[in-house]
């Protein structure tokens, strides 16, 4: 897709730092660096997003996640790190290219700031719920 910058990077128009890359995924630090080695995980084949992908394209994305994931940590000493997905403009999205990130986590002071609000679970409204979007087999 020639308007996306992700293709762009895919095809060597735009300049990237990799840091992996094989036939089907390339590996970049993203521009924005939220953490000391913020890096994109992406398909070299232009899909929107996750949404938009077959099993099989996903599957091989995701199979290299943990490599990259791994060689980042140890390289930069990370105590963790965050694997981010977006899809779509409501969930924070903004490159429509299929893209995953892996933010690695030094300490509360790395630039990364994640909250998830706690409180007692209505477990009634959790089955209901669960009934509503169960998927089966």
Known sequence: MSD????QIVSGQI????????EEVLAFL????????????????????ML????????????RVPKIAKQLQEKLGSSGI??????EEAAGQTVFHTHVHLLPRFDESDGL??????HE????????????IFLGE
């Open 52 to 63: 938009e992908m077959d099993a099989e394209a996903a599957s091989s994305l995701f199979a």
């Open 82 to 87: 965050n694997i981010i997905n977006n899809n």
């Open 121 to 132: 679970p209505d477990f009634a409204a959790l089955a209901q719920l669960a009934q509503e």
């Open 30 to 49: 993203d521009i924005t660096q939220v953490t000391k080695g913020h890096t994109l995980v992406i398909p070299k084949k232009h899909y929107r997003n």
């Open 4 to 7: 996306c910058i992700f293709c």
């Open 113 to 118: 700031k994640l909250s998830f609000e706690t």
């Open 15 to 22: 300049p990237s730092s990799k840091v992996y890359e094989d």
